[in-house]
C-alpha cells in the first residue's frame, strides 16, 4: 500500500487515518471491545489539551513508562502529534538508569503505571511538572497547571469520556510539528546509567512508516496482537504506527505474554498479524513441536528425511495455527536472526512470515524479506528510498560493516556529539556495527557485530553469533555464548533442564549418571557442530552454565559478563 502525506509528520499520518477510517476499530486491550478511529481521535485531542495546560510545549520532552496498554498509545500520539517530544522508557531499565534517562532528557512530565512509580523516587531535582497514572489517565501535578481556552477539554479529559466526531474540535489549538522537528528520544538499553538517547525526528520515523507499509501485506481487515515493548522502537514503528496507518485493530494484553497468558489472548482476539522476535517461535518449535517428533521412535527416524520432515512440519504448523485463533496470515520477525532450522519449520508448514533488519538508530525498519520470496538466513532487501553498503569489505568474502544513508537516520545521540561523531562516516552513512555481506539478488545476510568478532589463529575472522545458532539447533540447548580464551574457542551453554530431568527421570538415572550424561551430551554436540564449521572455528569446549544468562532490557545477552579474556 502506498501512503501519501502533505508533510512526514506522525500527525498528518493520523489526520490521514482519522479520514479514511475513522468508523473502524482501533485500539482496545483484549478482553475489551475497541474504541473506534475517531474516538481514538478525540482521546489523542484531549490528552494533548491536558498536557497544554500544564505548560507543555512543542520540542518539550515528557516520558512514558509502563506496559503496552491502549493509554500508552494514546500518550504516544498525543505528544508527537502537538510537537511534543516522546521519550518512551523500557519497563526493564534499573531505577539509577530510568532517573538518568529523565534527568538527562529534562523531561517536564511522564505518563507511567503504578507498579513503576518508585523508579521516581529521589526525583526533587528533576524538571518533571506531573506525574500521570497510565491506568486511570489522571494527572498529579506538581507545579500548578494553566486555566483559560483550554479548561472545557481539561474538564472532559478528567471525566475520562471521549467526545462524539459531532464535539467541537480542538485540534486548531495545538500546534503540529514539521518534519524535521524531533519526535521521539528512545535511550539505547544499558546498565551503567549512561545509556544514549537516540534522536529520531518526524520525518525519520513517519518515512520508515511509509516505506515499510510497501512491503507489508496489511490492510485495514488486520487485527494485530501486541507482544513486544511499546517503548521498543520496532514495536512503536512496525507494531503500532504502521497498522495505525492503514486502519487496522491493536489489541494489547494486560501484564507480561506468558505464554499461556499469549495462547488464551489468540483465541480471543484471533490476530490476522503478530509482530514479535524470533526467540518466541524458537521456544514453542523446541518446547512443543520438536519434543513431539523426537519423542517417538518411528517418527524421529524419518525425520530427517525430507519428504517427511515436510509432512511432519506441515501438521504441526496446522496445530500451531490453530492454537494461534486459526486466522493468522503472518508473522513478522525482528530483533535477531531466525535459526535455520525454524525457518525450515515455518516454509514447510506453509505459514507466512517475513524477517527484517533495523536499529533504533534508524527507527528501526531497513531491510523487509519479500513475503512470498523469503530468502532463508537472509533479513531481506532495503526499503525504498534509503541507501545501504558495505563498508571496507574483505575482498573474498564480501563481509564488511553494513552502512546506511536516507530518511529514516537519527539525528544523533541527545547531548553527545561525541558519540555521534564515531558513527558518522563521510557523507552521512550511518556505521550500524554490523557486519554482513549482500548477495547478487540484493539481499543481506548478517554476520555478527563488528565488537563480538574472534580473530581466528591465521587472521580468519570467526563470528560468534553464527556458531551460537547452529549451537541453539542442537537438543538440551537453550542458551550459547561462544568466546575465546587462550587460542581456543570456548563455549558456556544454558542447557534445558527441563528435558534432561525427564530423560534422567525416564532412565532412573542416580547423580553421578546423570552428570556423565550430560557431559555426553555437551561432547557430542560439539561433535556435531564442528562437522558444519571449517577447521579455523571449530569449538575446543563446551562448557555448562547452570542457569540464564544476564540479559539488557531488551533481551540480549550481556556478553561482556561471561567472556573469559585471555591472559
Known amino acids: ?23 473502524l476499530p482501533s485500539i482496545a486491550t483484549v478482553e475489551e471491545q475497541p474504541i473506534v478511529y475517531l474516538q481514538l481521535k478525540q482521546q489523542i485531542q484531549d490528552a494533548a489539551g491536558a498536557l497544554i495546560a500544564r505548560g507543555i510545549n512543542k520540542g518539550d520532552r515528557v516520558a512514558i513508562m509502563g506496559e503496552n496498554c491502549p493509554n500508552w498509545v494514546i500518550a504516544y500520539l498525543a505528544l508527537t502529534s502537538m510537537g511534543a517530544v516522546a521519550v518512551p522508557i523500557l519497563t526493564g531499565f534499573p531505577d539509577t538508569d530510568t532517573r538518568h534517562i529523565l534527568r538527562n532528557s529534562e523531561s517536564q512530565g511522564i505518563f507511567i503505571e503504578p507498579k513503576q512509580r518508585q523508579k521516581l523516587e529521589g526525583m526533587d531535582d528533576s524538571t518533571l511538572k506531573f506525574v500521570c497514572d497510565l491506568e486511570t489517565m ?51 538499553s544499558g546498565t551503567t546509567g549512561h545509556s544514549k538517547g537516540v534522536m529520531l525526528t518526524h520525518k525519520n ?24 515493548p511499546l517503548a521498543h522502537t520496532f514495536e512503536a514503528t512496525g507494531g503500532m504506527l504502521c497498522p495505525i496507518a492503514i486502519g487496522a485493530s491493536i489489541y494489547y494484553m494486560r501484564g507480561l505474554p506468558t505464554p499461556q497468558k499469549l495462547l488464551a489472548a489468540m483465541e480471543i482476539v484471533k490476530p490476522t498479524a503478530v509482530l514479535t522476535v524470533p526467540l518466541v517461535i524458537d521456544k514453542i518449535f ?23 520432515r515436510k509432512k511432519l512440519h506441515q501438521v504441526a504448523g496446522r496445530k500451531l495455527v ?62 525504498p528510498g534509503i541507501e545501504m553498503a ?76 553464527a556458531i551460537e545458532q547452529k549451537i541453539l539447533q542442537e537438543p538440551y540447548f537453550q542458551e550459547a555464548v561462544v568466546f575465546e580464551s587462550n587460542g581456543k574457542l570456548l563455549v558456556k551453554a544454558y542447557l534445558d533442564y527441563d528435558v534432561l530431568d525427564r530423560e534422567f527421570e525416564r532412565n532412573k538415572l542416580n547423580d553421578a549418571e546423570a552428570r556423565k550424561l550430560t557431559e555426553d551430551i555437551l561432547e557430542q554436540a560439539r561433535g556435531r ?34 567472556i573469559t579474556r585471555s591472559k
Not at 508533510?7 to 479520514?19: A, H, I, M, P
Not at 513517519?206 to 507499509?213: H, K, L, M, R, Y
Not at 519423542?295 to 528425511?305: A, H, M, R
Not at 486459526?326 to 532450522?341: I, Q, T, V, W
Request: aromatic share 12%; net charge neutral; glycine share 10%.
Open 529 to 562: 557442530i564442528n562437522t558444519q564449521l571449517p577447521a579455523f572455528s571449530q569449538i575446543s569446549k563446551i562448557l555448562e552454565h547452570p542457569e540464564p544468562f544476564e540479559k539488557t532490557p531488551t533481551n540480549k545477552v550481556k556478553r561482556y559478563l561471561y
Open 322 to 383: 490453530q492454537s494461534f485463533g486459526n486466522k493468522l496470515r503472518f508473522f513478522m520477525f525482528g530483533g535477531a536472526s531466525l535459526n535455520e532450522d525454524v525457518e525450515v519449520f515455518l516454509r514447510d508448514a506453509g505459514i507466512s512470515y517475513s524477517t527484517g533488519y533495523g536499529m533504533t538508530e534508524t527507527a528501526p525498519i531497513m531491510t523487509i524479506n519479500p513475503f512470498g520470496h523469503v530468502k532463508v538466513g537472509s533479513c531481506g532487501k532495503p526499503i
Open 286 to 308: 523446541r518446547k512443543k513441536i520438536l519434543p513431539q517428533i523426537q519423542g517417538k521412535l518411528i517418527i524421529n527416524k524419518l525425520y530427517p528425511l525430507a519428504f517427511f
Open 138 to 188: 489522571t494527572f498529579e501535578d506538581r507545579q500548578k497547571p494553566r486555566t483559560g481556552f483550554i479548561g472545557k477539554t481539561l474538564a472532559l479529559f478528567k471525566r475520562g469520556r471521549p467526545r462524539s466526531a459531532a464535539d467541537a474540535d480542538t485540534s486548531s489549538d495545538i500546534p503540529g510539528p514539521e518534519a524535521e522537528d524531533l519526535a521521539v528520544i528512545i535511550y539505547t
Open 390 to 465: 558495505i563498508h571496507e569489505p574483505d575482498a573474498q568474502t564480501r563481509i564488511g560493516e553494513i552502512i546506511v544513508r536516507g530518511p529514516i537516520v537519527m539525528s544523533g545521540y541527545y547531548k553527545n556529539p561525541d558519540a555521534t561523531a564515531e558513527v558518522f562516516l563521510k557523507g552521512g552513512w550511518l556505521k550500524t556495527g554490523d557486519l554482513g555481506f549482500f548477495d547478487n539478488e540484493g539481499y543481506l545476510f548478517i554476520k555478527g557485530r563488528c565488537k563480538n568478532v574472534i580473530i581466528g589463529p591465521s587472521g580468519e575472522n570467526i563470528y560468534p553469533e
Open 1 to 23: 500500500m502506498i501512503v501519501e502525506l502533505e508533510k512526514l509528520t506522525v500527525k498528518c499520518l493520523l489526520e490521514r487515518t482519522f479520514d479514511l477510517y475513522g468508523s
Open 205 to 228: 520515523v513517519v518515512f520508515d512508516v511509509v516505506n515499510g507499509i510497501e512491503r507489508f501485506p496489511i490492510s485495514s481487515d488486520d487485527r494485530f496482537l501486541s507482544i513486544l
